[in-house]
């Protein structure tokens, strides 16, 4: 037994009072954050730029550029154990923060995420879950190549770094490939099969430092201009084939913490996963209103080696994205008796931001 | 129309990312900062004391003595609005602080809450609203002809600074009186009739910049070694006579923010107010994982000028403080499927002290 999971099976949990080191300090630091004083641990933030969402609630933060590994080295000294909340962390400065104190998820979590060949061909052949298809992609011709085998419209990606719809296009015809590839070439890319999908949805699983997992019901998702609009969960339709193959990659990957698996459904209820992310999940903002532990304190409880505690949710919640100028609708919301505010701290409401969301309790 | 609700009627309220300031540093500012978090405010902490419970999740703290006016005075000029979260702050510092920023609820809250004198006139004489019998005592003979006028047993009690219990005994005869004064004597001292009550309960409730009031249901608590145990709500008996006299009280004072109304509730279903806390309070605790507004919320909501948004509980919870070494079990109530577990990041468990509290959903 040489995985980390095995290596802490029955290790003590850490203590309320504890530092909870952070790398990133966006939202999802933010709500990081808030969850673990609610369990009473202290949060340290890293992240480039002084007083981001994350560190207005943390009791310390170190700005320095991700890539700096003496800082995250410095940083994890002064913390009982390190997670990340969003994953393009270089995988580097994740190791070299393992040095020091436990990172999870792991480091190679990062590794399978950043890259979407590696990440696909993981989820395929290791955890044996289906994916659509797709080709790794090196110059245009491969790119044609790639067309005629899994046939078109298809969708040509960057292999790293994309989020959000940027740095991907439709293609439909052969000509279009080129012109795509014109646009998104001088890095490595990836052609993958279009999917005939009838529905987007996704599972919020964690696993915890001892073995054990925990999942909420399936989550439904609509995205607006490639970004996540609204989720409803629970949501009809069999959650436990879904929450088997997230738990599958959990176990695969043996992960620590919280994972975002999503799907694309197909007409006859088949799953295909479209990709994973390792953290906490825009998809699982409903559960801080659901009457049960949230994917944020699931996440702090998993990387702590405490028991994950009840995830069945008592409600059935909508979460809707504030973006960019959506947020000046906060005094309508306020009065909304169904309604849950929750806002970022960021100033500046520039088009296509994440300033906040609202989870409105429908049952 | 001169009172301060009166003058902010129609204003704008306070937008996210405004900074609210907070005097105290413990669980009660801890908890108000994580909920003003949630709507994207930013929150400073004043307070002797460095690393505190609030600091540890505030965006900043400043730490000086509460009576140390030119720095709350600095303190409120970087604010947008001043609260509180305990009512032992100078009344002067909070004039101070008034002369930068608003201060809410307003210092003549703290002039009438400070004292158990002037509370319980301001309560029955302008508020009218049943308060315990009382009489001032300044000497011995004073006591003796207080306790003839109101009957034994009764209850001796210091004008200020009691808590928990701490600074009052139940005298049955007119030498335990002479003894207790003995104890107790060198400052002013309330002689309070005793109240042969059935039950304890409270209710909270709030008014905003506006004049908008809100009430949770009735709350029952009860008390272990004087200090609260459990809260439980909504409870049974007549909600909608406890809400009335407590609203009587927050007109009453022009008051802005949340305010706790203690009762005593009699055989007949009658109550008489036992004291007010001017600010969010333990026996609300419960609101936390209600599924409706908390009350850390809403003193927020109430402060900015905010609706005071949906204060039904979806849920029946029970609270249930954590003191001293009963935080020690936190492993167990992290497995208990109802339970949520709220810590407040203080270090050292010691008998007496309020290191946490555990809400279970009961229905």
Redesign the interface.
């Known amino acids: 037994m040489t995985t980390d999971a095995a290596r802490h099976h029955g290790a003590t949990?850490l203590?309320?009072?504890s530092t909870i080191g952070i790398l990133g300090g966006g939202q999802l630091g933010?709500m990081l954050?808030?969850a673990a004083?609610?369990?009473?641990?202290?949060v340290h933030i890293y992240c480039p730029d002084a007083?981001g969402p994350a560190?207005?609630?943390?009791?310390a933060e170190l700005n320095a550029p991700y890539d700096n590994l003496k800082a995250v080295h410095a940083f994890a000294s002064r913390c009982d154990v390190i997670t990340y909340e969003f994953e393009n962390i270089p995988s580097m400065s994740a190791r070299t923060a393992a040095t020091a104190c436990p990172v999870r998820p792991r480091p190679k979590a990062l590794d399978v995420a950043q890259d979407r060949v590696t990440e696909k061909t993981f989820i395929h052949d290791t955890a044996g879950v289906p994916v659509t298809g797709f080709r790794a992609v090196n110059n245009e011709f491969d790119a044609i190549r790639a067309a005629r085998s899994l046939g078109l419209p298809s969708v040509l990606k960057t292999r790293r770094f994309g989020y959000d719809g940027k740095g991907q296009a439709i293609v439909k015809t052969e000509s279009a490939i080129k012109t795509a590839y014109k646009e998104l070439g001088g890095q490595d890319l990836i052609l993958e099969a279009f999917v005939p999908f009838v529905r987007e949805v996704s599972v919020v699983a964690a696993r915890s430092v001892n073995g054990e997992t925990a999942s909420y019901p399936l989550i439904e998702n609509v995205h607006k201009n490639h970004m996540l609009h609204t989720s409803v969960a629970p949501t009809r339709g069999d959650t436990g084939e879904a929450q088997k193959l997230a738990i599958k990659i959990l176990e695969a990957l043996d992960y620590i913490g919280v994972m975002a698996t999503e799907f694309f459904q197909l007409e006859d209820g088949s799953l295909i996963v479209n990709e994973i992310a390792p953290r906490v999940h825009n998809s699982g903002h409903w559960t801080q209103?659901a009457?049960c532990?949230d994917q944020f304190e699931l996440h702090i409880?998993a990387i702590c080696g405490?028991?994950l505690?009840?995830v069945?949710p008592?409600?059935t919640v909508e979460m809707t994205n504030l973006v960019g100028t959506d947020?000046n609708d906060?005094?309508t919301i306020?009065?909304d008796?169904?309604a849950?505010?929750?806002?970022?701290?960021?100033?500046d409401p520039r088009p296509g931001r994440k300033m906040?969301h609202v989870n409105r309790?429908k049952s």
């Open positions: 949990p203590p309320p009072g933010r954050a808030l004083a609610r369990l009473g641990f202290k007083g560190a207005q609630v943390a009791d209103d009457g532990v409880r405490w028991p505690g009840n069945v008592r409600h947020v906060w005094q306020a009065k008796p169904s849950a505010l929750h806002l970022y701290g960021k100033t906040g309790i």
